[in-house]
């Protein structure tokens, strides 16, 4: 996805409007919905960052949709927004199950955990 379909989605996400935007961001509200409207139209770098701090946002992940990785690190956890975005299109049932496995896994670290501080003690 490029910065037009990462904007819409982050829209969505923080459920502000282009009006909102504008006016936290400073930037024209006919320039941000030039973004929305236009085939790879890019914001200048100062504008991409000002988009970016209203909606809580690297630019980056406007630009590419990833977030930055840490140095030094080899998998990076996945974007939780994508994650809860998937989760979120999930039928209750399904959305039910994902949770408690996410429970399962969680709890099966945290007795790992204290079995190795036991053996260490």
């Known amino acids: 996805m490029g910065f037009k379909e990462n904007l819409k989605s982050e829209l969505a996400y923080s459920g502000m409007m282009v009006k909102e935007l504008a006016s936290i961001s400073g930037i024209n509200k006919r320039t ?16 991409a960052v000002r988009i970016a701090n209203a909606l809580g946002v690297t630019v980056e992940y406007l630009i590419t949709g990833h977030e930055q990785q840490e140095r030094g690190s ?20 399904d959305r039910k199950i994902v949770l408690n496995l996410i429970k399962s896994l969680k709890d099966m670290e945290d007795i790992e955990r204290k079995t190795k501080k036991m053996g260490t003690n």
């Open 74 to 93: 080899s998998s990076p956890l996945p974007d939780s927004r994508v994650v809860l975005k998937n989760l979120e299109a999930l039928n209750k049932r």
């Open 32 to 47: 941000i919905d030039n973004y929305l409207n236009t085939h790879n139209t890019m914001p200048s770098a100062d504008a």
